[in-house]
């Protein structure tokens, strides 16, 4: 079950284009694919430096990070920079979805939500797969991640510690999770572990993997929802601001009525612009509050996690930690998109104001 999500779901949130819960409806046409774009286009809009840097930190996927990485630190300079915004940006997100990239990264994801010490199968092939062959890396992804966990299952069982820690509160706990967790992907997980023919060995792998292994999901999709808005927002918006260009350069070389009309018409375009970037704005708003209550959660859940004793929770502690870790830097993202955006529409609304003609 776990590795058809961890494979499947993320396939699913990198091919459909999802609303963040709550946030305003997309400034962009939602059948615009960001990769039409000809390469530099975007430049008006973002410097292309600026979107790149963004790319190399926030990108889920490690090819568009390392290929930002690329354009940032190549010799060509800004010529780089134009060339990987967006084209670059598609080539490495299309690698990325590609199997050899995506077994990679499921891999990756394993690694960093399995310990040695609660789960010794599952990291111990994880990392033999991690430099192994392509052909290998797809056998463990295919096959060899359910046989590690059914390995590590039948060591918890015979052992019987996993089992013999749990308490009520335990259980409560993941009946909470269930019903609270900000992740949709984490309620899946707790449900699953609490269904009617569950045993406690399905509680103990709630706790020893699928938690965080679900909880990387929902952090996935997150980031790719977001990322996925962020082109869109540009192409939108890109393609008002340069409509409201000509028309304010078409003003400015006109004069008598046929100038006030104009300018009339550039004012119009101008305000297009600033109702069209209001929505990023406000969505990016929306994604830090998302953030911001994931962050609190996983906080919590590390602290609860270094009180408690017994293998079950203590497979928990660095998972907790670094989820708090990662929302928190998404939401400091957020928040800087978020003013970035504020920023476009402040200036579009004073370009309104320049330009419209009195009266």
């Not at 929802?225 to 260009?245: C, G, I, S």
């Not at 930690?321 to 978020?338: G, I, K, L, Q, Y």
Request: aromatic share 8%.
């Amino acid at each position: 079950m776990i590795r058809t999500w961890l494979a499947g779901t993320l396939v699913a949130a990198t091919a459909v284009i999802s609303v963040i819960p709550g946030s305003p409806g997309f400034a962009a046409d939602p059948g615009l694919d960001p990769c039409e774009f000809t390469s530099g286009s975007l430049t008006s809009l973002l410097p292309p430096e600026a979107l790149t840097v963004h790319l190399a930190v926030a990108s889920p996927y490690g090819a568009v990070r390392a290929a930002a990485t690329t354009a940032i630190n190549s010799p060509r300079g800004q010529i780089a920079l134009k060339e990987f915004i967006p084209t670059g940006w598609c080539q490495a997100t299309d690698r990325a979805e590609k199997d050899a990239a995506m077994n990679d990264h499921i891999i990756a994801r394993v690694l960093a939500t399995h310990a040695y010490e609660t789960s010794p199968w599952v990291w111990s092939a994880a990392n033999a797969a991690r430099t192994a062959s392509g052909a290998e890396k797809e056998y463990f992804v295919r096959f060899g991640l359910d046989e590690a966990r059914a390995a590590d299952q039948r060591a918890r069982d015979e052992n019987g510690a996993n089992a013999a820690a749990l308490r009520d509160f335990d259980r409560d706990y993941v009946a909470l999770m269930r019903d609270t967790a900000q992740g949709e992907q984490v309620q899946i997980a707790a449900a699953y572990a609490l269904r009617r023919d569950a045993t406690d060995s399905d509680i103990v792998d709630f706790y020893t993997y699928a938690w965080s292994s679900f909880a990387k999901l929902d952090l996935e999709r997150f980031q790719l929802t977001t990322a996925e808005q962020e082109m869109r927002w540009f192409a939108a918006v890109d393609r008002l601001q340069k409509a409201a260009r000509d028309a304010q350069t078409a003003a400015e070389g006109a004069s008598g009525e046929a100038q006030k009309a104009l300018q009339q018409e550039a004012a119009d375009k101008w305000g297009q612009v600033a109702a069209g970037a209001a929505p990023s704005a406000s969505g990016w708003l929306t994604a830090k509050q998302t953030a911001d209550a994931q962050a609190r959660q996983w906080s919590a859940i590390y602290q609860l996690a270094l009180r408690q004793t017994g293998p079950n929770w203590k497979a928990m502690s660095k998972p907790a930690r670094n989820n708090r870790d990662a929302w928190e830097r998404d939401s400091r993202n957020a928040r800087d998109r978020a003013a970035y955006w504020e920023q476009v529409v402040e200036d579009a609304r004073a370009a309104e104001e320049d330009i419209r003609p009195a009266g």
